[in-house]
């Protein structure tokens, strides 16, 4: 199909579909002609996926350009795959240091993980915003939340693995998490609902 | 302590200060001259939260004075604290009318919810994005994903009811969600390294 064709596809005007091409997001078409270039059902794909992490998951055009890249080019040891997958996430507090009891925490739970993944300065740093914000996070509220967060990741990490080929399953490990955390959002929602009218009643 | 002085404490602009108490995000101090107010420790923690909401939680000014609204007029009545405390989070899909998917899993979960709570249409529309990107996300994952925020929630549930008079308990409710929301999203990337690592060994 032709571009604006692509674009009529993905609902999305012309300029974007440029401005994503410009900015390396979409891979270029097939040349036809001097001005004229073919685009697939891949490209429609590749557009979707874009349009989601900007629009729905709010990423900027570096971090989605981030999370592309890896699903081009994704590791091709299984071992390798959520390591980079990670990296590539967007870390709203990478620069910020890891504090000792996000540390212990992580430890105390006999979980192995890479000592500078960027969840584990992510975690410090939103603990210390909730914090200055007067919101008194404990040792119980991480408790459960690590609980209930292995509860996911077991679902989570079944479902990157069974996703096709090495790309499948980074395209899953990346865009599927950030585009699955406003769902586990609103799940929690959902269950104070459901845990507030229990023990209230 | 004089307006000057607040905004260095919060280490903010005047100029923002001064904004937060015209959008109604902070309370007027009290006067002392017809120029001259006076404010105290509350303005300085209330100053801390309206940061933390549209700083580190990212919420627009409308959605950050919703909550303030409900922090300083809480329900008398328990049993409506949580139900008014969802009412005034921000809700990306507000409008997005609830799939039977979404009735019917969360029916089958054997959970009460009020049928038209935001985080129902919320559910609803981040599923939707997540599809529409290509994300096949399943009953297994939506389980899993109850499962665990049933665990979070208990914890949650526990800080909102333990936290002092109906003021405390409507901010933990509120500003807290919002705010260890991103917590939780970095503890999930945690516990996906732990289970992948273990699952790979």
New interface residues.
């Given amino acids: 199909m032709t571009l604006s064709e692509l674009a009529e596809a993905a609902n999305l005007p012309v300029a974007t579909v440029k401005y994503y091409l410009r900015e390396g997001l979409l891979p270029p078409g097939t040349p036809v002609t001097r001005t004229r270039a073919d685009y697939g059902a891949g490209h429609l794909?590749r557009l979707?996926?874009v349009?989601?992490?900007v629009?729905?998951?709010?990423l900027s055009i570096a971090d989605a350009r981030r999370i592309v890249a890896v699903v081009d080019d994704p590791p091709q040891r299984?071992?390798e795959?959520?390591?980079i997958a990670?990296g590539a996430?967007p870390s709203?507090h990478r620069d910020h240091e890891v504090s000792d009891e996000a540390r212990r925490f992580?430890a105390g739970?006999g979980?192995?993980?890479?000592p500078d993944?960027?969840?584990?300065h992510?975690?410090t740093?939103?603990?210390e915003?909730?914090r200055?914000?007067?919101?008194?996070?404990?040792t119980?509220?991480?408790?459960?939340?690590?609980?209930?967060?292995?509860?996911?990741?077991?679902?989570?990490?079944?479902?990157a693995?069974t996703?096709g080929d090495a790309s499948d399953a980074v395209?899953?490990?990346t865009?599927?998490?950030v585009?699955?955390?406003?769902?586990?959002?609103?799940?929690?929602?959902?269950?104070?609902?459901?845990?507030?009218?229990r023990?209230?009643d």
């Avoid at 629009?55 to 709010?58: C, E, K, Q, R």
């Avoid at 993944?117 to 584990?120: D, E, F, G, R, S």
């Avoid at 200055?132 to 404990?138: D, F, L, R, S, Y």
């Fill in positions: 794909d979707r996926l349009r989601a992490l629009d729905a998951a709010g299984r071992s795959l959520l390591g990670h996430l709203r992580v739970l979980w192995t993980i890479d993944t960027p969840a584990l992510d975690l740093g939103a603990l915003a909730a200055t914000a007067g919101i008194p996070v404990g119980d509220q991480l408790t459960a939340m690590a609980d209930g967060c292995a509860t996911i990741a077991e679902a989570d990490v079944d479902l693995l996703s395209r899953v490990a865009a599927g998490t585009l699955t955390d406003p769902i586990v959002a609103a799940m929690r929602r959902l269950a104070h609902q459901h845990v507030a009218r023990r209230l």
